[in-house]
């Protein structure tokens, strides 16, 4: 596993032992260029993000969105992608992209591409295609400060979970690419959650 996946995944495993009040929203805001405001372009990337909450997709019951639309005028296509903690409600879910889309467009308002990472959502929008691609750039680690009883064992024990957790979830079905699980490491307890937007292959 690219050791940047590894890094994000982690992310939820060590959730329980931070404060994600101060830590989320996190926003990347792409160096791909920018757009001018009051353009088609906003205004495209607007509705966009706003159809977020109100499609009816049977996606989002699942907690993945995506869409893309053409900006008038210009040969340019928008993408947006969304994606929920596979455990989150749908009604949750909704809540969260909603409000990831708002703020996405508040913290970066005038790039052309953007990732805002929230406790238990993602937005992301660019004006090149993120549809079934693979991408781990940019990402958004967060390190857990605690020890373990025995860091080889632990960390061995560890390697094991999210090896079977990366195979379970990527073998997912179009809708949700998501496994949880846990063990034991001596006297420490490891729960972790692995997950992959479902427009990916199992590959």
């Given at each position: 596993?690219?050791?940047?996946?590894?890094?994000?995944?982690?992310?939820?495993?060590?959730?329980?032992?931070?404060?994600?009040?101060?830590?989320?929203?996190?926003?990347?805001?792409?160096?791909?260029?920018?757009?001018?405001?009051?353009?088609?372009?906003?205004?495209?990337?607007?509705?966009?993000?706003?159809?977020?909450?109100?499609?009816?997709?049977?996606?989002?019951?699942?907690?993945?969105?995506?869409?893309?639309?053409?900006?008038?005028?210009?040969?340019?296509?928008?993408?947006?992608?969304?994606?929920?903690?596979?455990?989150?409600?749908?009604?949750?879910?909704?809540?969260?992209?909603?409000?990831?889309?708002?703020?996405?467009?508040?913290?970066?308002?005038?790039?052309?591409?953007?990732?805002?990472?929230?406790?238990?959502?993602?937005v992301r929008?660019?004006?090149?295609?993120?549809?079934?691609?693979?991408?781990?750039?940019?990402?958004y680690q967060?390190?857990?400060?605690?020890?373990?009883?025995?860091?080889?064992?632990?960390?061995?024990?560890?390697?094991?979970?999210?090896?079977?957790?990366?195979?379970?979830?990527?073998?997912?079905?179009?809708?949700?690419?998501?496994?949880?699980?846990?063990?034991?490491?001596?006297f420490d307890?490891?729960?972790?959650?692995?997950?992959?937007?479902?427009?990916?292959?199992?590959?």
């Amino acid at each position: 596993m690219n050791p940047r996946n590894l890094r994000l995944l982690l992310l939820l495993v060590f959730a329980s032992a931070i404060n994600a009040q101060d830590l989320f929203p996190h926003e990347v805001c792409a160096p791909t260029g920018n757009f001018t405001g009051n353009s088609t372009y906003q205004t495209t990337l607007t509705t966009l993000l706003s159809s977020i909450s109100t499609t009816n997709s049977l996606s989002l019951t699942y907690g993945f969105f995506n869409a893309s639309a053409v900006v008038s005028g210009a040969s340019q296509t928008l993408y947006v992608i969304g994606s929920c903690r596979g455990d989150l409600t749908a009604e949750s879910c909704r809540t969260c992209l909603k409000t990831s889309a708002s703020d996405i467009r508040r913290l970066c308002p005038l790039q052309k591409g953007a990732v805002l990472y929230s406790e238990n959502c993602t937005v992301r929008h660019s004006n090149a295609s993120i549809f079934g691609t693979v991408t781990t750039d940019p990402d958004y680690q967060l390190f857990n400060v605690n020890n373990v009883t025995n860091p080889d064992t632990y960390n061995a024990a560890l390697r094991a979970l999210l090896d079977d957790l990366r195979g379970k979830a990527a073998a997912g079905g179009s809708l949700r690419k998501y496994a949880t699980g846990n063990t034991s490491a001596d006297f420490d307890k490891i729960y972790a959650m692995v997950q992959c937007t479902p427009d990916l292959t199992e590959q």
